[in-house]
């Protein structure tokens, strides 16, 4: 079955701790993508990744980081540094050539208690 | 990336079509129609894209007016599982793929 896992689904952390999502996909896409979604808001780009071991900055990435070590798997890691880290965490992976439709996973609901 | 405009929420009755309209008058020539649709509490999911001529596939139809100012996304039979909030997105290729989702039409089946 191909597609885009996140895990996992939901996550309970303390202030003050890093944790880090999974993004797997085996789709065989090159570039992959972040977007953080809040309460009846649309999604912000966080950071993305067009090939293996490269990666920018998206709109909100301070209190973030990511890895690309293989094309399967785009790691965030949210950082004790990111102040509002309470939200909903999407991650993509693209097609390539033409439209270049994006293609999301299910989503990690983050939760700083 | 054009902006687009779509309402803010439909309703539409079970088994009958919805008809989810979006405009995009400063859509350029190599731009994209895209439309995604996501459900309480889940991922994105893409239903359909366009560039100048209509679009059908397994969940949807798209129709894109001649001079690609306004398209329709069409769902011929609406279900219940179909309410969602529907977002006309349109985009060309760029180095960085990033989608920019705005407000988006909240569809509302009813029974």
């Known amino acids: 079955d191909g597609g885009i896992t996140q895990s996992p689904k939901y996550l309970f952390r303390k202030e003050g701790q890093n944790v880090t999502l999974s993004c797997e996909q085996n789709l065989n896409h090159d570039a992959m993508y972040w977007y953080r979604q809040d309460p009846g808001q649309g999604l912000r780009l966080i950071y993305y990744s067009q090939i293996v071991n490269d990666f920018q900055k998206g709109d909100i990435a301070e209190g973030y980081s990511v890895s690309r070590e293989k094309k399967e798997s785009f790691p965030l890691t949210v950082t004790s540094a990111q102040k509002n880290p309470t939200a909903f965490y999407l991650c993509?992976?693209?097609?390539?050539?033409?439209?270049?439709?994006?293609?999301f996973g299910p989503g990690t609901r983050l939760t700083v208690l | 990336d054009a902006k687009t405009t779509q309402p803010t929420s439909m309703d539409c009755a079970e088994g009958r079509a919805a008809n989810l309209p979006c405009n995009h008058s400063?859509?350029?020539?190599?731009?994209?129609v895209y439309w995604y649709r996501q459900i309480h509490s889940q991922g994105p999911q893409y239903i359909i894209h366009?560039?100048?001529n209509n679009e059908t596939n397994e969940m949807a139809s798209l129709i894109i007016t001649e001079d690609r100012k306004s398209s329709t996304l069409i769902l011929p039979h609406a279900t219940l599982r179909d309410t969602a909030v529907y977002y006309c997105?349109?985009?060309?290729?760029?180095?960085?793929?990033?989608?920019?989702f705005g407000q988006g039409t909240t569809l509302q089946v009813k029974p």
């Open positions: 993509a992976s693209r097609t390539s050539g033409g439209a270049d439709t994006q293609y």
């Open positions: 400063t859509i350029s020539g190599n731009e994209y």
């Open positions: 997105i349109v985009k060309g290729s760029s180095n960085t793929g990033k989608l920019i």
């Open positions: 366009g560039l100048k």
